[in-house]
């Protein structure tokens, strides 16, 4: 009796992975590397059993790994092999890259928009097969957004006037 009711409270590979949107791979994936381990398998049916701090361990597992840390990295926390200082750290570290990651896109969003402009500035630019040689090559000169290029697209704008 008491097997069954501890069955109760344990989720199967299939419930958990089901709960939180990932595959039984993926979940078997973690018990391999050591992450995370079934509480019980069944012998005869290989069944994996997860008790519910399992569960919050993998909670723990996949919002670490949306933030970027590595299955090993991970690994580490979920073990309590790292300190609270190294945590942080490796955390503020994740932080900045993300930072530095927003930046970029905002980089790459703020060329799009003066590509855009620039092309929106450019006659004749519906019906690219009709442009000559020399308007296309100018249409281009237009798109180029990379910092280092900035000095190189004023002097070829420079060039064309």
């Given amino acids: 009796m008491e097997e069954a009711a501890m069955k109760d409270q344990l989720m199967l590979i299939g419930e958990i992975a089901d709960f939180f949107g990932v595959s039984r791979k993926a979940i ?13 398998v069944d012998p005869q049916n290989g069944y994996r059993y997860y008790s519910a701090a399992q ?3 993998l909670n723990a597992l996949l919002e670490l790994k949306s933030l ?3 299955l090993e990295e991970i690994k580490s926390v979920l ?3 790292t300190t609270k200082a190294k945590l942080s750290d490796m955390l503020e570290k994740k932080r900045r890259a993300w930072l530095e990651t927003m930046e970029a896109a905002r980089y790459r969003s703020e060329c799009l928009e003066q590509i855009l402009q620039n092309l929106s500035g450019i006659p004749g630019a519906e019906h690219m097969k009709e442009m000559t040689d020399d308007e296309r ?22 060039l064309w006037l």
């Fill in 28 to 40: 078997r994936l973690y018990e391999k590397k050591g992450i995370l381990k079934p509480v019980k």
């Fill in 79 to 81: 073990d309590g092999a």
């Fill in 68 to 70: 970027g840390f590595s």
């Fill in 137 to 158: 090559a100018w249409m281009l000169v237009k798109m180029v957004c990379i910092e280092e290029v900035r000095a190189q697209k004023a002097l070829s704008e420079a």
């Fill in 55 to 57: 569960v919050q361990q």
